[in-house]
């Protein structure tokens, strides 16, 4: 893939920071660029990969698709422009009793697990409670995941989105780049923009609960994709579009 990271996010390249945190540095400026031209722990694919929400409750699927789409795009000769897997057709290629839920109100740490095994991955859950090395547990994640540039692995988290400055709700994003000795994590944020954010801010933002629950949220580490993972839509009807 030689595409830039630029003509993906909306960011002004000039921007240093993220429109409502001036702790998160866009991915579409300058420096976010250099920083992740600095580090060799990064899923390259992620690049064409990302994708955009359309609805509120969409972001797990969305993430989910992201990290499916840099599989294929690495993979297999895919040559069309539109991307293999969205939000709406997840729901047909890899269905479900989770599925419609997922789309509809949206899904917890637990459920997104779920499903993800019901379709066929590999994972360990890793709610933050659970996590005793802390945000420390969340860096060795990243780091066993994104060594070898595998777009067979893959990163979710699980957040408030404090951490991007819209306030507390829930939310999913992939993980795109981790920079381990400036200790920020690339959070590819599919409702707002790409941003580097400090690994501890990033962890503290899992580390909360969901609702009256008693349930916190926290990441998902992917170690295996479905066998055979290919777009089984129609395909010519995509190339006429």
């Known amino acids: 893939v030689t595409r830039k990271w630029n003509c993906y996010f909306n960011m002004p390249k000039g921007n240093k920071h993220c429109k409502h ?6 991915l579409g400026c300058e ?6 031209s600095e580090t060799s722990l990064k899923q390259p694919t992620f690049v064409p990969a990302y994708a955009k929400q359309t609805q509120r409750t969409t972001c797990g699927l969305v993430s989910v698709a992201t990290l499916f789409n840099a599989n294929v795009l690495a993979t297999q000769q895919w040559t069309n422009t539109t991307l293999p897997y969205t939000e709406h057709n997840m729901l047909a290629e890899f269905p479900n009793d989770l599925a419609q839920k997922l789309f509809q109100r949206g899904t917890s740490l637990g459920e997104m697990g779920h499903y993800l095994t019901e379709i066929g991955c590999s994972l360990t859950v890793h709610p933050a409670n659970t996590c005793i090395a802390g945000s420390q547990e969340f860096r060795q994640a990243l780091k ?11 990163v979710l988290i699980n957040y408030t989105t404090d951490l991007v400055g819209r306030g507390g709700g829930g939310h999913w994003s992939p993980v795109a780049a981790f920079h381990e000795k ?7 944020d599919c409702w707002g923009y790409p941003c580097w954010v400090n690994v501890v801010d990033c962890f503290n933002a899992m580390d909360t609960t969901v609702g009256n629950t008693g349930k916190k949220r926290g990441f998902i ?14 395909t010519e009807e995509q190339d006429a579009a």
Do not use: C, W, Y
């Open 144 to 154: 066993q995941t994104l060594t070898h540039n595998n777009v067979s692995e893959g």
């Open 31 to 36: 420096e976010g660029q250099q920083i992740l």
């Open 21 to 26: 945190n001036r702790t998160l540095i866009a």
């Open 182 to 188: 400036k200790d920020l994590v690339l959070v590819m």
């Open 221 to 234: 580490r992917v170690m295996e994709l479905p066998p055979d993972l290919q777009f089984l839509g129609d």
